[in-house]
């Protein structure tokens, strides 16, 4: 029985989508809930599994070209048997007397992911050790190969005629280049950056918060906490979300947004943690705040970080948002200009943590110190405001038991 392979159903945000790869081709063996395509959006990529046994009888939609909500991309059919590999290979890899390595029989048992990143970076198929069904040579093979692989010697300098060679020095070593597409994740980023920094009347702030106090109180707790929380970790993240969230709610302007000539107040704090991916920068939403303890703003977090280096972050993940923290410290940012993430009208950077002098009633004490940023759009935020949110946090993180004792 055939079977229409459809593209997920997108959300409002999503106009479309495209084919970025497929894990079967025609004729190849597929179990129910294998993967067989990945789908990229501007936000997240989307896996598509195979909807029983059988095999793909037709690709209709080629890696990269574009497909709608619900659209066709492929037929299959239920119940056929099918090959280990694929029945037919790409032209490239037909059989051919003077066909190079890795074109030739050996082409088919090659996936289309790792045959795209054979061709990228121009290996030998024979020299990849394979690990895949009937010796085939999956992508991790071709990943590991390049994790692996020795340095390639300097290519030696072509001859010259004598006089020329006397007069001229060729360096050693090659100047390669690559040139790949953009993901349509990592364009949408470019483009949404941009048009922020263009569309809006953003301005920053900067302020200092003493990071001792905190630091004492995670230093004194952390072991009973992961104990308590099943092995949640308590890191400076939720501290930084309690203290947002509180500051939200004193400063509603902060927590809203621009919508043509409307501001929109939002009375609840979902609050976006930008994740550094392979893909690009996303930002997960940690919904309602307000309600969640330290350690569930943790838990979510991890589970946020793990997903998206797994390619996992869907949709519902990255919807909304009111206020957004980064945190370029974990790289070792001692301090930036954070962008804004529109619709929103703030964003919160974090940065290193450095032990710096500082006065401390008439003596000079070493004390943990982090810079904050504070970027806003001057169109819903005054610079007081602003300055105002950022001081709160401050004294929020400086004596945590105000958060707890709401002053």
Same mark, same amino acid.
């Given at each position: 029985?055939?079977?229409?392979?459809?593209?997920?159903?997108?959300?409002?945000?999503?106009?479309?989508?495209?084919?970025?790869?497929?894990?079967?081709?025609?004729?190849?063996?597929?179990?129910?809930?294998?993967?067989?395509?990945?789908?990229?959006?501007?936000?997240?990529?989307?896996?598509?599994?195979?909807?029983?046994?059988?095999?793909?009888?037709?690709?209709?939609?080629?890696?990269?070209?574009?497909?709608?909500?619900?659209?066709?991309?492929?037929?299959?059919?239920?119940?056929?048997?099918?090959?280990?590999?694929?029945?037919?290979? @790409?032209?490239?890899?037909?059989?051919?007397?003077?066909?190079?390595?890795?074109?030739?029989?050996?082409?088919?048992?090659?996936?289309?992911?790792?045959?795209?990143?054979?061709?990228?970076?121009?290996?030998?198929?024979?020299?990849?050790?394979?690990?895949?069904?009937?010796?085939?040579?999956?992508?991790?093979?071709?990943?590991?190969?390049?994790?692996?692989?020795?340095?390639?010697?300097?290519?030696?300098?072509?001859?010259?005629?004598?006089?020329?060679?006397?007069?001229?020095?060729?360096?050693?070593?090659?100047?390669?280049?690559?040139?790949?597409?953009?993901?349509?994740?990592?364009?949408?980023?470019?483009?949404?950056?941009?048009?922020?920094?263009?569309?809006?009347?953003?301005?920053?702030?900067?302020?200092?918060?003493?990071?001792?106090?905190?630091?004492?109180?995670?230093?004194?707790?952390?072991?009973?906490?992961?104990?308590?929380?099943?092995?949640?970790?308590?890191?400076?993240?939720?501290?930084?979300?309690?203290?947002?969230?509180?500051?939200?709610?004193?400063?509603?302007?902060?927590?809203?947004?621009?919508?043509?000539?409307?501001?929109?107040?939002?009375? /609840?704090?979902?609050?976006?943690?930008?994740?550094?991916?392979?893909?690009?920068?996303?930002? @997960?939403?940690?919904?309602?705040?307000?309600?969640?303890?330290?350690?569930?703003?943790?838990?979510?977090?991890?589970?946020?970080?793990?997903?998206?280096?797994?390619?996992?972050?869907?949709?519902?993940?990255?919807?909304?948002?009111?206020?957004?923290?980064?945190?370029?410290?974990?790289?070792?940012?001692?301090?930036?200009?954070?962008?804004?993430?529109? @619709?929103?009208?703030?964003?919160?950077?974090?940065?290193?943590?450095?032990?710096? @002098?500082?006065?401390?009633?008439?003596?000079?004490?070493?004390?943990?110190?982090?810079?904050?940023?504070?970027? /806003?759009?001057?169109?819903?935020?005054?610079?007081?405001?602003?300055?105002?949110?950022?001081?709160?946090?401050?004294?929020?993180?400086?004596?945590?038991?105000?958060?707890?004792?709401?002053?």
């Amino acid at each position: 029985m055939s079977i229409d392979i459809k593209a997920p159903t997108f959300p409002e945000s999503v106009a479309d989508g495209t084919v970025a790869t497929w894990h079967k081709q025609p004729g190849e063996a597929c179990s129910a809930d294998e993967l067989i395509v990945d789908i990229e959006t501007d936000k997240v990529v989307l896996e598509v599994v195979a909807p029983a046994d059988g095999v793909i009888k037709e690709i209709v939609k080629g890696e990269g070209d574009t497909v709608l909500s619900d659209e066709v991309i492929a037929i299959f059919e239920e119940g056929a048997a099918g090959s280990s590999a694929s029945a037919s290979a @790409p032209a490239a890899a037909e059989s051919s007397a003077e066909a190079p390595a890795g074109e030739t029989g050996e082409g088919d048992k090659i996936g289309p992911a790792a045959r795209k990143l054979i061709d990228e970076n121009n290996l030998d198929a024979k020299s990849i050790p394979a690990t895949g069904k009937n010796g085939g040579i999956t992508k991790e093979d071709v990943l590991n190969y390049l994790k692996n692989k020795p340095a390639a010697p300097a290519a030696a300098p072509a001859a010259a005629p004598a006089a020329a060679a006397a007069t001229v020095s060729v360096p050693a070593g090659e100047r390669t280049e690559k040139r790949v597409p953009m993901t349509r994740l990592r364009a949408t980023i470019a483009k949404r950056l941009v048009e922020a920094q263009q569309n809006a009347a953003m301005l920053t702030t900067y302020n200092e918060v003493n990071m001792k106090p905190v630091m004492d109180l995670r230093k004194q707790y952390k072991d009973l906490f992961e104990k308590t929380h099943n092995g949640t970790r308590l890191g400076f993240m939720s501290f930084f979300v309690k203290a947002a969230t509180e500051a939200l709610k004193r400063f509603p302007a902060v927590n809203a947004s621009i919508d043509g000539n409307d501001m929109v107040y939002h009375g /609840y704090q979902d609050i976006g943690v930008a994740v550094s991916t392979d893909r690009g920068l996303m930002v @997960p939403v940690l919904r309602d705040t307000d309600s969640m303890s330290l350690a569930d703003v943790e838990a979510t977090i991890a589970d946020f970080g793990k997903r998206g280096r797994d390619g996992k972050l869907g949709m519902d993940d990255m919807q909304g948002g009111t206020f957004t923290i980064t945190n370029g410290g974990v790289f070792g940012s001692l301090m930036s200009t954070p962008i804004l993430n529109p @619709p929103q009208t703030a964003i919160l950077g974090m940065h290193k943590i450095q032990e710096r @002098p500082m006065a401390v009633n008439g003596q000079v004490v070493i004390l943990p110190m982090m810079y904050l940023a504070l970027s /806003y759009d001057h169109r819903m935020i005054d610079g007081k405001e602003a300055v105002q949110f950022l001081v709160t946090i401050k004294d929020l993180l400086e004596d945590p038991a105000r958060m707890l004792l709401d002053i």
